[in-house]
């Protein structure tokens, strides 16, 4: 219970080296002017060495280390998408196999999750969708809850089906309305995502649930449009992963790393939207013959609590292997007095622009 400072953080970004626009520079600037602590940028296919460290300007500093977004290039459609971070070597040439990715990352140190497991396809523009297809697989670490331009993708299909537009350029006008708007669209994660994640854990697994802006700083290549829609700025004020560890950053990029790699390798974090309201200093703890944040194990006796906390108002549910065990409504506290084992994790939402918004998705606390 020692991990009591919060660092607000992305990982899950592109720059040239792949698809992205901007490089790590600018994309650090873009991090210092939306207030973020680190960045993990992970470009297609490239483990870009020598880039990590402490990157400042007039208004702050960041944190930015490099992981890889590895996909097999010959599989059609190219989804699979696995984020691979601390392996400190290059994987995509184990791309073809995902099993061996997810082992070679282990191998190495490092710790993989599917990135954006639940998409849906927009057929009009013969986007397939790019989920986690291969299932037969098995020891990885976590998922991705929540992507936001997935998400951004997901709400377009959406729209494009409620509409039953063939017509394209009919089609390109609701990718214009949705992409110039995208927080009046993006309202959760997929709920199949959060299925998907409850499932696991309620077979025992341990798994690490993480959001990203997955960030291009160009539009996708969906319809005409050729504007940057959604900047790095923009998107790391949306969809963060927060964390907690036991010290403040000192500077040394050794102690730093180590201590963020950490916290996401026991899942002490959260996956806020920082958008509608900042989500800092949200707080889940587990209270048996032992103390527990987010990620930990507890001891569950006849005394036990969860208890969660909200910076605002909120409703708040406490979801046990997909069942909601408690919630409250508008309100600032949550406090559960469990008898069951498992998994148990937060959700809280929040009205804004008029709809009820995904705001906090906390990692599980483990009680046996
Ligand atoms: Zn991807
Ligand atoms: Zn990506």
Request: proline letters at 6%; zero cysteines.
């Amino acid at each position: 219970m020692s991990e009591s400072i919060e660092l607000t953080g992305n990982m899950h970004m592109h720059t040239p080296y792949s698809d992205g626009e901007k490089y790590h520079k600018d994309i650090a600037d873009a991090a210092i002017e939306a207030g973020l602590d680190y960045l993990i940028v992970t470009d297609h296919n490239i483990w870009v060495d020598g880039l990590e460290g402490y990157y400042e300007n007039e208004n702050g500093r960041v944190l930015l280390l490099v992981g890889e977004e590895i996909h097999n290039v010959r599989r059609q459609p190219q989804a699979s998408h696995f984020l691979a971070f601390g392996a400190e070597r290059e994987l995509a040439s184990f791309s073809a196999d995902p099993q061996r990715l997810i082992d070679e990352t282990k191998a190495a140190g490092g710790m993989g999750f599917l990135a954006h497991p639940i998409e849906k396809d927009v057929p009009i523009f013969n986007e397939p969708n790019l989920g986690w297809h291969d299932w037969d697989i098995t020891g990885f670490h976590g998922i991705e809850i929540w992507n936001y331009m997935s998400s951004f993708k997901s709400q377009l299909a959406i729209a494009l089906t409620n509409l039953r537009l063939k017509w394209k350029p009919l089609a390109y006008l609701t990718v214009i309305r949705v992409g110039l708007n995208p927080e009046k669209y993006i309202t959760a994660p997929e709920p199949e995502a959060l299925a998907l994640w409850d499932k696991l854990l309620a077979e025992g697994k341990q798994i690490v649930g993480i959001g990203n802006s997955d960030a291009h700083g160009t539009p996708m290549s969906l319809g005409p449009l050729h504007r940057e829609i959604y900047p790095y700025e923009y998107l790391f004020r949306a969809v963060n992963t927060h964390i907690l560890v036991p010290e403040s950053l000192n500077g040394d990029i050794r102690h730093d790393k180590s201590m963020i790699f950490n916290a996401i390798r026991n899942g002490h974090a959260w996956v806020g939207y920082d958008l509608p309201h900042p989500t800092n200093n949200f707080r889940f703890t587990g209270h048996g013959i032992n103390k527990g944040i987010m990620g930990d194990k507890v001891q569950l006796d006849a005394g036990a609590t969860l208890q969660a906390k909200t910076p605002i108002p909120a409703n708040i549910r406490l979801v046990h292997h997909g069942k909601v065990v408690a919630s409250v409504e508008n309100k600032t506290h949550l406090t559960y007095i469990p008898v069951e084992e498992g998994a148990y994790r937060i959700e809280a939402t929040i009205p804004f622009q008029g709809k009820e918004r995904g705001w906090i998705y906390s990692n599980p606390i483990y009680l046996y």
